[in-house]
């Protein structure tokens, strides 16, 4: 979800809560994506807000994807391996 949707979205809701149809003024859990646009692609998280403190909130993974993931996971971190020795902390 584009950053300027999160906005008009949060901009709007007193409006819509005062008309009596965007919910209550309890602290409530909504789940939304923060994203943005890296290289012509939408990259983001979804994220979990109650009372104001956001919390990761990653969809599951069916056993392919989590499979897919794993082999990534390793690659990257096999990439990574020789660089970590080079940086000598100042």
């Not at 109650?50 to 096999?78: F, I, M, N, W, Y």
Request: aromatic share 4%; glycine share 8%.
């Amino acid at each position: 979800m584009p950053q300027r949707h999160v906005r008009e979205e949060l901009s709007d809701r007193p409006r819509r809560i005062n008309a009596g149809r965007g919910g209550d003024r309890r602290p409530s859990a909504r789940v939304v994506e923060l994203s943005v646009n890296h290289e012509g692609r939408w990259r983001g998280i979804p994220l979990r807000f109650t009372a104001g403190s956001p919390t990761v909130c990653l969809p599951g993974l069916d056993p392919a994807e989590a499979g897919q993931l794993a082999t990534v996971d390793a690659k990257l971190r096999h990439a990574y391996q020789p660089l970590a020795r080079l940086y000598v902390p100042a």
